[in-house]
């Protein structure tokens, strides 16, 4: 692995257990029953008892974000021992929700604005802008449902304000959005349809940040700004393409503008006895390393590097220390 991606994933912090090393998944990797030191104190130890516990069954959405968070928690429960089924690709939020109340699947990683908004019925506007708030929120509506909400992650996949370098260099290079808006007026944003319309969007940001620049109806994103059909677009924090950093940058939301958009992984309550705690603890450490720099990464390796998730989601947890 390169040293950039070295530097884009920082380390975790170290698991208050031992654990041995495993293999991470792949039916061609390393016998998972395998052993090891553990001397960096993160390898994660297969437990031959978790092979009699049946089957776990792993979903996710339809996009290559969900499919590489699917990976790495399936490759990290069979690093333990456990069998794993996959089912990466139910479709949209609803489809993967039925499926998880229905128990046709045990965990499914969902965002917490997604959740409170499609699931539990919070208005757009109502959704929390603080991180562990809007989390709390969806914890306690999934805990309803019989499912526990893992930890969230670091990293959010919400909207950001982004343009190309050469835009940002030509605006002095401002940080954030503020900075961006109020010094430089006549710039053009792109965005889907609908944003024009949207408190959380466009309207949002002409009162909240005083944007008086035009409005380019486009799901183009990045393409807009290197056609040139505008100067900012809103691409979304987790982009591959902001991974990217010569090329595109992203501008920080000071004002907490949009709303937090982390990622709980939802597990079964019957799936959380089965598996047990260190299980649990397993899966959420390996979550600490999720910032939004390296689900960059790891989606520019998907979708403009043409790997494959597995082979991402089992680079990450090798980078990370908890598999060899």
Known sequence: ???????????????????????????????????????????????????????????????????????????????QGFNVQRRLNLGSEQVAYKALTGGNVDMYPEYTGTALTSFFKVKIEDVPKDADEAYEQAKTEYAKQNITALSRTPFQNTYVVASTKETADKADN?????????????????????????????????????????FVSSDGKFSDLDGGQSDLTLAFSTDPQLALTDKYVAYEDDKSFFPPYNVTLGIRNATIETIGPEAVATLEAVQEGMTEEALRELNRRVELDKQEPRAVAAAYLKEEGFVE
């Open 174 to 214: 401002p940080t954030t959005v503020s900075e961006l808006f109020s010094n430089n007026t006549d710039l053009s944003i792109s965005g889907f349809p609908e944003c024009r319309q949207r408190e959380d969007c466009l309207l949002g940001l002409r009162s909240v940040y005083d944007f008086k620049g035009d």
């Open 1 to 79: 692995m390169n040293s950039n991606y070295r530097r884009i994933l920082a380390p975790l912090a170290a698991i208050c257990l031992m654990f041995g090393l495993a293999a991470c998944g792949d039916d061609d990797d390393t016998d998972a029953g395998s052993s090891g030191s553990g001397d960096n104190g993160k390898l994660i130890a297969s437990d031959p008892a978790n092979g009699s516990k049946g089957t776990i069954t792993v979903a996710s959405k339809n996009f290559t974000e969900q499919y590489i968070l699917g990976e790495i928690y399936a490759q990290t429960l069979e690093a």
